[in-house]
């Protein structure tokens, strides 16, 4: 088949243009792999409802990712997020350096708290903010996953930071 310089050039273009529309296709589909996403409040609801629903559940310092029979801290907010789509590295102190800073007095539901209760310089806990001072959290082999006040608690006492990954 003998092809002309018009049906080379009309070949060309078409094959250019179907290129351009495949890979914007690609760039525009291709998986967001950020762990922070717009903030709202039905997320925060959504995290916070799944949270709820291992009130109760064991503490256990150390705990498996992935599993709700037992949770640390750590594990309960990686595990609480990922059901949610957000992707949170496994202990408190990877977590406190993931999403955009928050400063305590513009905590949001869904924002996570890091404080240092050990008071020996380094994050120790990591506790859901849901609101209308109160954190989901656990922390104790005693209690489990809980509920419990903020302002003027341990948590509160020694507050580092807080984040924002929603």
Same mark, same amino acid.
């Given at each position: ?32 792999? +950020? ?11 959504? %995290?916070?409802?799944?949270? $709820? ?10 705990? $498996? ?14 595990? %609480? ?22 400063? $305590? ?18 994050? +120790? ?18 209690? *489990? ?6 302002? *003027? ?14």
């Amino acid at each position: 088949m003998k092809l002309n310089k018009r049906s080379l050039t009309k070949i060309i273009a078409v094959t250019s243009v179907s290129f351009a529309v495949a890979f914007s296709g690609i760039a525009i589909t291709a998986p967001h792999t +950020n762990t922070v996403h717009a903030a709202t409040s039905s997320s925060a609801s959504s %995290v916070i409802a799944t949270g $709820k629903q291992y009130l109760g559940v064991p503490y256990v310092f150390g705990a $498996k990712s992935g599993i709700t029979s037992a949770f640390d801290c750590s594990s309960f907010t990686q595990y %609480v997020f990922k059901k949610n789509g957000v992707n949170l590295p496994r202990t408190s102190r990877q977590q406190a350096k993931v999403g955009k800073f928050v400063s $305590k007095s513009n905590l949001k539901a869904g924002d996570l708290i890091f404080s240092d209760t050990n008071r020996d310089g380094v994050i +120790n806990h990591v506790s859901i903010y849901m609101g209308n001072n109160k954190v989901l959290h656990t922390y104790s082999k005693k209690v *489990g996953v809980t509920i419990s006040n903020f302002k *003027g608690s341990s948590w509160d006492k020694t507050y580092v930071t807080a984040r924002r990954v929603l």
